[in-house]
């Protein structure tokens, strides 16, 4: 094979792969909602407690305040308490993403915090245990009323 021929099979190859690529590129990164960051999963530490984000199924993130800021955090509990002590805690804009208790391996459902259904009776990180779900369930609560439950806790 001369080397024309060569370059223009390599090229023509080059070009077929680039989409295909890409999309195998994609696979395994889960898309995250609009406003979120990555989190470095064993590194990032929660903004509340300290403690390593390692748990997929009960993280969470906040995105608010005076800058736009992100915040990561282990245990929806720790939110609740936290954001109980921002003075913007309660604004509207404020947006809260917490993942899915049902995350398995290395990926993560993410849902919007006020939006999920909370059901208790899980071992969380920092003991508050709720574990987030998307569609209502038998003694799953409101996010209002897991975020009360957990004040009460006082921990």
Same mark, same amino acid.
Request: aromatic residues 8%.
């Given at each position: 094979?001369?080397?024309r021929?060569f370059?223009? /099979?390599?090229?023509?190859?080059?070009?077929?792969?680039?989409p295909?690529?890409?999309?195998l590129?994609?696979?395994?990164?889960s898309?995250?909602?609009?406003?979120?960051? /990555?989190?470095?999963?064993?590194?990032?530490t929660?903004t509340?407690? !300290?403690?390593?984000?390692?748990?997929?199924?009960?993280?969470?993130?906040?995105?608010g305040?005076p800058?736009?800021? !992100?915040?990561?955090?282990?245990?929806?509990?720790?939110?609740?308490?936290?954001?109980k002590?921002q003075?913007?805690g309660?604004?509207?804009?404020t947006?809260?993403?917490v993942?899915d208790?049902?995350?398995?391996g290395? !990926?993560?459902?993410?849902l /919007?915090?006020?939006?999920?259904? %909370?059901?208790?009776?899980?071992?969380?990180?920092?003991g %508050?245990?709720?574990?987030a779900?998307a569609?209502? /369930?038998?003694?799953a609560v409101?996010?209002?009323?897991?975020r009360?439950?957990v004040?009460?806790?006082?921990?």
């Amino acid at each position: 094979m001369d080397r024309r021929r060569f370059l223009q /099979e390599a090229t023509a190859a080059g070009l077929t792969l680039t989409p295909l690529a890409a999309l195998l590129a994609a696979c395994g990164h889960s898309a995250l909602p609009d406003g979120m960051v /990555e989190v470095k999963w064993g590194r990032d530490t929660c903004t509340r407690c !300290s403690m390593a984000l390692s748990d997929r199924r009960f993280a969470a993130q906040v995105r608010g305040g005076p800058n736009d800021a !992100s915040f990561k955090f282990d245990d929806i509990g720790c939110v609740a308490v936290w954001l109980k002590a921002q003075p913007w805690g309660k604004d509207a804009a404020t947006r809260i993403w917490v993942a899915d208790v049902s995350n398995h391996g290395d !990926s993560v459902r993410w849902l /919007e915090a006020k939006a999920a259904q %909370y059901v208790g009776g899980k071992t969380s990180p920092m003991g %508050y245990n709720f574990g987030a779900v998307a569609m209502a /369930e038998a003694g799953a609560v409101d996010f209002d009323t897991m975020r009360q439950h957990v004040l009460a806790k006082g921990i």
